[in-house]
């Protein structure tokens, strides 16, 4: 018996070794080689959306196809019929896997474009031990999405329904903590993301992993995040949030048990100005029954301030 725990330990120290040195290899790559950036799209599919319907919507899932970024997944909400003015964008990334249940909860949206974004990888995270197997196409589907969003954002702003002046990239939960890489890459790459929401976020990666309650078993956190960070640091939001411009709305929450509070106002901090911080009661942000109440007031105060902005035409 002693000798079978000897052996699973040695092999989970094993591949805790492999994944480490995997990692520090991919890091030392990445110093060299920038994140993937935006491709022109070479080929589109569309479909009527089979999970989101809404009165007076015509609602499409797009596929972009691309040489390197692989496809690219998203599900666009437009008024229907159009109507003659242009249409501000609203981009939305959520911490669902889907761009449909990303948008699921946004009605009455008016005169304007709301896309929901389709992650590469699963969104369900992995147990620790699971993450040490797939560590490698992990790192390479997550790596895609500053690439994937801001080819998806080139595409839309060539749509002739398209406001060019009007862009706002909305990014929940997990979309919070890749909307920075997200507008830097953008920005760069000609695209202007006028009005950015970063709501339940916090920096850095590791320290999320380090208190993530669901990632089991819980001695393994600390050397997961010692990884985490090193394969997503060119990822992180510190080393985008000072390239970047804009207008910027946080929200966090109180008793967040996800986001530690030093994580929270790390990322706080860091996002420049002009930025308003709204903080709300209870726990982190979700769908569930429990959380609809709390949902209802993120999505009320969004809607508000990009109203209040200027971002978006009237919305009901």
Known sequence: MKRLVFVAVG?????????????????????????????????????????????????????????KLGDVGFTLNLPDPLPAQKLPVIFVMGGLGTGAQNIRYI???????????????PVQFYSSYD???????????????PGQVASSLAWLHQQEWADQQ???????????????AVQDISQRNGTDIGWTIIAYGGMPFGALLAANPHVKPAWLRATLAYIIDILLGPLEPDHHLKNISGHFLVLEGRDDSLIPAKARA????????PKTVITF??????????????????IAASRKWLSDSGAVNSLP
Do not use: C
């Open 166 to 180: 009007k862009l706002s990239l909305l990014g929940y939960s997990m979309g919070a903590l890749a909307a920075p």
């Open 107 to 121: 009605n009455a949206a008016g005169s304007n474009a709301v896309v929901g974004y389709d992650w590469p990888m």
């Open 281 to 298: 009661a209870g726990n982190h942000m979700g769908v569930g029954h429990d959380k609809m109440l709390l949902l209802q007031e993120i």
């Open 131 to 145: 993450l040490l197997w797939h560590i490698v196409p992990f790192y390479h589907e997550v790596m895609t999405i």
């Open 11 to 67: 092999l989970v120290l094993l591949k805790i070794l492999f994944s480490t040195v995997i990692a520090v290899a991919i890091a030392h790559r990445d110093a060299v080689f920038p994140l993937p950036q935006p491709e022109l799209v070479s080929a589109m599919d569309s479909a009527i959306s089979d999970d989101l319907s809404q009165p007076h919507r015509q609602i499409r899932h797009i596929i972009l196809h691309t040489q």
């Open 266 to 273: 790390d990322l706080r901090e860091a996002v420049p100005e």
